[in-house]
C-alpha cells in the first residue's frame, strides 16, 4: 500500500511564503514523475508544478518564477518552495505521483489527501 502524505500548508498573508511537503511511504520500488495540483473553491483542480526522477520541471504559467518544485529521492518526498504568495494561490494543494510498487508490475497514479494554503490580503 502506497501513500502520499503533504504537509506544511496554512495561512499566510499577501506577498509571504509558505513550503509544502509530500511524503511518499509504503511499498515502493520507485517513483517516476511527482506533481503538485491545486483546487480553489468552486474551480477545476489544476496543474501547479511538476518534477521528472531527474529533476526536469515544468510550471504552470501562473506560478512561474514565483514557484520552485524539488524532490529527494532517497527521501521519497517532494517539495514545493511558494514565494510572492497572492490570493489567487487560496486552494487545496495536492501531490501527485507516478509509482511503481513492484519492479515487475507498471507505475500507477497515487494522490495526496490534500492540504489548505489561505493567502490573506
Known amino acids: 500500500q502506497v501513500q502520499l502524505v503533504e504537509s506544511g500548508g496554512g495561512l499566510v498573508q499577501v506577498g509571504g511564503s509558505l513550503s509544502l511537503a509530500c511524503a511518499a511511504s509504503?511499498?515502493?520500488?520507485?517513483?517516476?514523475?511527482m506533481a503538485w495540483y491545486r483546487q480553489a473553491p468552486g474551480k477545476q483542480r489544476e496543474f501547479v508544478a511538476s518534477?521528472?526522477?531527474?529533476?526536469?520541471?515544468t510550471y504552470a504559467d501562473s506560478v512561474k518564477g514565483r514557484f520552485t518544485i524539488s524532490r529527494d529521492n532517497a527521501k521519497f518526498t517532494m517539495y514545493l518552495q511558494m514565494n510572492s504568495l497572492r490570493p489567487a494561490d487560496t486552494a487545496v494543494y495536492y501531490c501527485?505521483?507516478?509509482?511503481?510498487?513492484?519492479?515487475?508490475?507498471?507505475?500507477?497514479?497515487?494522490w495526496g489527501q490534500g492540504t489548505q494554503v489561505t493567502v490573506s490580503s
Open positions: 501527485h505521483g507516478d509509482i511503481q510498487a513492484i519492479p515487475s508490475r507498471p507505475a500507477f497514479d497515487h
Open positions: 518534477i521528472s526522477f531527474g529533476g526536469r520541471t
Open positions: 509504503g511499498s515502493i520500488f520507485a517513483i517516476n514523475d
